[in-house]
């Protein structure tokens, strides 16, 4: 009985120390997926900034375009 009940014993000491691992292990994946999801949402504002603002260069670029035109026209 003795026995049986110290093998129980170690496999339980084994099992924790696994399971302190494991645990672990979770706590540096879930820093890493956020870290993954910061890193995600920067490049997404990235983005998005440069499309306005080639959207915006553009809506400039056609209104200087009609200004000029109706310059031209004015001085004719």
Do not use: H, P, T, W
Not at 8 to 26: F, H, P, S, T, V
């Amino acid at each position: 009985m003795f026995r049986e009940l110290n093998r129980i014993r170690k496999e339980y000491g084994a099992c924790d120390d696994e399971r302190r691992e494991l645990r672990m292990q979770l706590v540096m994946l879930r820093g890493e997926l956020g870290l993954a999801q910061c890193q995600l949402a920067e490049m997404l504002s990235r983005q998005r900034r440069k499309q306005r603002e080639s959207i915006s260069n553009s809506s400039i670029i056609s209104i200087n375009d009609l200004s000029s035109s109706m310059l031209n026209k004015e001085k004719k």
